[in-house]
T-cell receptor
């Protein structure tokens, strides 16, 4: 089944404890992206990747890192999480970024930083 | 700059029409529309490119007004399944990959 998977789906952690949220897609997509969603603010893009080894900052990259060593995986790393990073996180992928293509979202990861 | 969506919320009866607007203060290259149901991931609806034609399916369509830097999503003869939050995502000047979303419009269709 074609899909974007994220792990974990739910995570409670404490301030400063490094964590990684994994994202994987099985559709051979070139483009992948991370978003956070907060009430009243909509979706905000954190980082995106147009292809393997190519990543770039989105609208709210501070406090996050990403890597794209293989086409299928795009992990999101929080080196030192803080409470303001409590949010719902979505990973997404598309064949290419362009006007004729869709973007498929993963199921989301709900993160609580205490 | 985040695009501005209007209205913020709308309540409809089944069969009624609705228009959701997405306005930008900067020149738009493309606009992406998504719908998200409560507790679920956003689902793609359509993309409109600057200079492109109005797109859509039978009852959900969208337009792109370059002069106003605005896109509008049209939902006609609404169904209960249309309920959800609608987001527009904007790309500026072919920045290739960077998407900025509006704050969302909550649509509720009642029987």
């Amino acid at each position: 089944e074609a899909q974007v998977t994220q792990n974990p789906r739910y995570l409670i952690t404490v301030t400063g404890k490094k964590l990684t949220v994994t994202c994987s897609q099985n559709m051979n997509h070139e483009y992948m992206s991370w978003y956070r969603q907060d009430p009243g603010l909509g979706l905000r893009q954190i980082y995106y990747s147009m292809n393997v080894e190519v990543t770039d900052k989105g609208d709210v990259p501070e406090g996050y890192k990403v890597s794209r060593k293989e086409k299928r995986n795009f992990p999101l790393i929080l080196e030192s999480p803080s409470p303001n990073q409590t949010s719902l996180y979505f990973c997404a992928s598309s064949p290419y970024f362009g006007w004729w293509e869709t973007q498929y979202f993963g199921p989301g990861t709900r993160l609580l930083v205490l | 700059q985040q695009p501005v969506q209007s209205p913020q919320a709308v309540i409809l009866r089944e069969g009624e029409d609705a228009v959701i607007n997405c306005s930008s203060s900067k020149a738009l290259y493309s606009v992406h529309w998504y719908r998200q149901k409560h507790g679920e991931a956003p689902v793609f609806l359509m993309i409109l490119l600057k200079g492109g034609e109005q797109k859509g399916h039978e009852k959900i369509s969208a337009s792109f007004n370059e002069k106003k830097q605005q896109s509008s999503l049209y939902l006609t003869a609404s169904q209960l399944s249309y309920s959800g939050t609608y987001f527009c995502g904007t790309e500026y000047d072919n920045q290739g990959g960077k998407l900025i979303f509006g704050q969302g419009t909550e649509l509720s269709v009642k029987p």
